[in-house]
């Protein structure tokens, strides 16, 4: 009985990373999460993760990761001052918890 040799182990081919199509996304296009999910293919939940490396991963370099806030839609507080990137859960005004999602977007220099 002779043994064949096994074949070495070869990953598959990839193009870019996960994080370089969501920045080629962004760019010049404002985008929620949940449309940088689809785009991409990765769960929404993931998104805010990739987000926040992607922002000082361009804070390095010569790019910005532009956010527009979520806004309250019963009273239109604006969630200019949050540092997380996910979606607010309830307003703090009026504890509302109808909230739009954020936009993202990359910009060059």
């Not at 309250?72 to 507080?77: D, E, I, L, S």
């Not at 200019?80 to 936009?103: N, T, W, Y």
Request: charged share 30%; net charge positive.
């Amino acid at each position: 009985m002779t043994s064949t040799p096994k074949k070495p182990f070869v990953p598959a081919q990839r193009g870019e990373t996960v994080r370089q199509q969501v920045v080629d996304l962004l760019r010049g296009s404002c985008l929620t999460p949940r449309e940088i999910s689809a785009g991409v293919g990765i769960p929404e939940k993931e998104v805010a993760r990739h987000l926040e490396h992607i922002r000082r991963s361009l804070q390095a370099g010569d790019g910005r990761l532009e956010i527009e806030p979520a806004l309250c839609r019963k009273c239109g507080f604006a969630f200019a001052k949050r540092e997380r990137l996910d979606r607010p859960g309830r307003c703090p005004v009026c504890k509302g918890e109808s909230i739009s999602e954020p936009r993202f977007s990359v910009r060059d220099g």
